[in-house]
């Protein structure tokens, strides 16, 4: 049960304050991946900055720095690191040295300099009005387009600042964090029992991954094994969230290319599903279904099993939708070459999920860092090099079929038992865990004392992909930008928490 | 190619759900209704121990200690269902959708076990009415004040062929200038504040808003967070509120359809 939890690495790993930390290596003497960087405060107060690597085993590795002074900055190292600095800095107001550009992150205008909301009282925050510089682009024949946070559809408030030439985008500036509901702080004092309906409304779509992800960072705090049963009840959900959000998305870059038949057969299908699920499990979107210890209460086997064979139909019709896709000719020319991460950039910004397998990374957290019932599963893993827009939805498509297959070989062979293992998270406890969502690794990190949760960071897969996008789009034109985002398919939320 | 296409078209089955079979339905919302006569004082108490947003509350009314039950602030985690000793069960019809803020209330009196508040309101059903309610077309904007993405998707589902709300004459439109209604989700955050408060002014009069789901309702899970506002009320005039985390699209129509019943009332 403990394989997900971090690894503590040696004593002398310890850096003293102020003295930059030296990015473990991997066996083949690569820079470890970055997964995420948080901070968090001691029993007595003391400020922390905790580092997660992927350094190529199963067991994830950290570091935990002290961080009572200035903290040298490992963003020109390691480029992924450079939104966790500034988070840190936001949220704790560590000092961070060296950093190539610090400006406020999760605050905006409103914020008043100097109040760090994981440190400082916050009860009673004024409103203040600070400045925000963009990053100029200069030259002649320069524009800047502005988008954002209101945009045309039904989609999350997000900024775009676009420096153009003409069409061609030269340069885009993100400006996220318009949804930030300061989550990991409502986190803190929090029943450890109550936490997963605070993780599922982190990303709606994607809640039963939040929620699966949360409960296991709690099993592996208190060493609890989660009944056979609720573990399999968990890969159906989870691998019906990746099915419903593929199908979705592969829907919605159909959409934004005009091709509505395709489109509505994708909603259609979508909505299949959710129907299925509200049958199955009484919530469409697999909301309040599972707990620290397993679930809340227990499905129906035989309902199980009519999902099992609502999803093979639905994803025998997605099949033929895709085909239809990527035979006709017009998406082909609109998908092939546009919006391509390298990747260098992918590697770079430690890119996760389907856009990181499209820019040929090969990683995935069910294969390489096993958690429940994916240790008893062989996980088929497609990966492709082209990192455009096709790649991304042919991505989608390819672990759609996994998907599918692996719902219906769970939901065949549900084993008896329980469902739920009582959890006393008494005394102090720390756990972490990693899932793979829709979108990519997500991980959470969370600290109890005497039962209530003191810390609970969120390492959300938007988050990491976010910044990558801006490399994706330069040289595109800001026409193609709407399909580009939809392939990276990121939520505003998730990241914005 | 092409003939590929129309094809696939032919083969599609019609699902359309007739507009009879939406008002009211919550099927998949988790939403809680109290069994009344199984409430004891005992009961009661842990109901209100273990709701994780204080949608379950004690109160005095004319004198009598009762449960209230305010929907806006259900997330539908199932605690009470869980904890409650079948005295809470998950609702089998849902139709306070659109409706006024103090309707989205409920009072039982715990020693009487008998509900004390005025029944719900009960959705015209006759496609006729239905009809005579939308003889204009209406224009919806949604706006996302810092939700989640939970309302997101269920709104995104109102246009797939299961609820087709074009068929109603219901639009959602890109600019809140084209809007006759906002739609907003989610607690209004800190930084989405301004940009709330912007597009409910370039809404052209007469206008409605409709507050939805829990977070747009009352903060919901998020309440007390330093990085939000409150809820929508806290920052615009709101018209109707939908409950629900997220409510499911059959709410939705319910709510969309009730606030303009209300309106055109009035």
Redesign the interface.
């Known amino acids: 049960m403990r394989e997900n939890t971090p690894a503590s690495f040696p004593d002398g790993e310890r850096a003293s304050p102020g003295t930059m930390l030296a990015i473990p290596q991997t066996r083949e003497g690569a820079p470890a991946r970055l997964v995420t960087m948080f901070g968090s405060l001691g029993a007595n107060r003391e400020l922390r900055v905790h580092y997660v690597f992927d350094v190529g085993d199963p067991d994830y590795g950290e570091i935990v720095l002290p961080a009572d002074g200035p903290l040298g900055s490992i963003a020109l190292q390691a480029p992924a690191a450079a939104w966790y600095e500034r988070e840190l800095h936001d949220q704790y107001g560590i000092e961070i040295v060296g950093h190539p550009d610090l400006r406020p992150l999760i605050?905006?205008d409103?914020?008043p300099d100097g109040v760090y909301?994981m440190v400082d009282p916050?009860?009673d925050?004024p409103w203040s009005k600070r400045e925000y510089r963009f990053l100029q682009v200069q030259g002649e024949g320069i524009a800047e387009v502005a988008v954002g946070?209101?945009h045309?559809?039904?989609?999350?408030?997000g900024h775009f600042r676009f420096s153009v030439v003409g069409d061609t985008i030269l340069h885009l500036e993100l400006r996220h964090?318009?949804?930030?509901?300061?989550?990991e702080?409502?986190f803190e004092g929090r029943q450890v029992m109550?936490g997963p309906?605070?993780a599922e409304?982190?990303?709606?779509?994607n809640?039963f991954a939040h929620a699966v992800c949360y409960c296991q960072a709690v099993e592996n705090a208190c060493g609890i094994d989660v009944p056979r049963r609720a573990l399999a009840v968990r890969l159906i959900g989870l691998e019906l969230e990746r099915l419903v959000s593929h199908v979705?998305d592969v829907g919605g870059l159909c959409t934004d290319v005009g091709f509505g038949?395709a489109a509505?057969?994708a909603?259609?299908l979508?909505?299949?599903l959710?129907?299925e699920?509200?049958q199955c499990c009484?919530?469409?979107?697999w909301?309040?279904i599972t707990v620290p210890g397993g679930l809340?209460?227990d499905l129906d086997s035989g309902k199980v099993a009519e999902l099992g064979q609502g999803v093979a139909r639905a994803y025998r019709e997605f099949s033929?939708?895709a085909r239809?896709i990527l035979?006709?000719?017009s998406i082909q020319n609109r998908f092939e070459t546009a919006g391509i991460l390298s990747r260098e950039a992918a590697q770079d910004l430690a890119v996760v999920g389907p856009v990181a397998r499209a820019s040929g990374i090969d990683l995935d957290v069910r294969r390489d860092h096993p958690y429940g019932r994916y240790r008893d599963c062989s996980i088929e893993v497609p990966v492709t090099h082209y990192g455009d827009v096709m790649a991304r939805a042919r991505m989608r498509i390819s672990e759609a079929a996994v998907s599918a297959q692996l719902i219906q070989e769970t939901a065949k062979s549900l084993p008896d038992g329980g469902v739920l293992t009582p959890v006393a998270a008494q005394g102090d406890v720390q756990g972490f865990s990693a899932v793979e969502s829709p979108r990519g690794e997500l991980c959470y990190w969370m600290e109890a004392r005497g039962g209530r949760l003191t810390r609970c960071h969120v390492k959300s897969p938007s988050f990491q992909n976010w910044p990558a996008m801006p490399f994706a789009v330069a040289g595109n034109i800001i026409a193609d930008f709407p399909l580009i985002n939809k392939s990276f398919n990121l939520?505003?939320?998730?990241c914005d928490r | 190619m092409i003939g590929d296409v129309i094809g696939q078209s032919l083969r599609q089955p019609d699902r359309l759900i007739p507009v009879e079979a939406l008002l009211g339905n919550c099927d998949g919302s988790r939403m809680p209704d109290v069994v009344a006569d199984r409430l004891t004082p005992a009961i009661a108490q842990r109901l209100i121990e273990v709701c994780p947003t204080a949608a379950l509350g004690m109160e005095e009314y004319e004198g009598h200690r009762c449960l209230r039950l305010s929907y806006g602030q259900c997330i539908g985690c199932g605690q009470c269902v869980e904890f409650g000793e079948g005295a809470v069960g998950t609702a089998k019809h849902f139709t306070r959708c659109g409706v006024a803020k103090k309707q989205t209330v409920r009072v039982w009196d715990i020693d009487g076990r008998t509900e004390i508040t005025p029944g719900a309101p009960r959705p015209e059903a006759s496609r006729r009415q239905i009809h005579s309610l939308l003889q204009r077309a209406l224009n919806i904007r949604q706006l996302d004040a810092g939700s989640c993405n939970g309302c997101e998707a269920e709104i995104t589902a109102l246009t797939n062929p299961y609820y087709d709300l074009e068929r109603f004459g219901i639009h959602f439109v890109a600019s809140p200038k084209h809007a006759d209604m906002l739609l907003v989700t989610g607690p209004v955050t800190r930084n989405m504040a301004d940009a709330v408060k912007a597009t409910y002014d370039a809404v052209p009069a007469p206008k409605l808003v409709v507050a939805v789901g829990a977070c747009g309702c009352s903060g919901g899970i998020f309440t007390g967070s330093h990085a939000i506002v409150g809820a929508v009320d806290a920052v615009v005039p709101v018209d109707g509120y939908v409950p629900g985390c997220p409510p499911t699209p059959a709410m939705l129509v319910t709510g969309i359809l009730e606030v303009l019943r209300r309106r055109i009332a009035k």
Do not use: Q
């Open positions: 605050f905006h409103n914020w909301p916050v009860d925050v946070p209101v045309a559809g039904i989609i999350e408030p964090f318009y949804t930030h509901k300061g989550t702080k409502l109550n309906m605070l409304s982190v990303s709606g779509d809640c979705s038949v509505a057969y909603a259609r979508k909505e299949s959710l129907r699920s509200a009484g919530a469409r979107y909301r309040g809340r209460f033929e939708i239809l035979e006709t000719p939520s505003y939320s998730g």
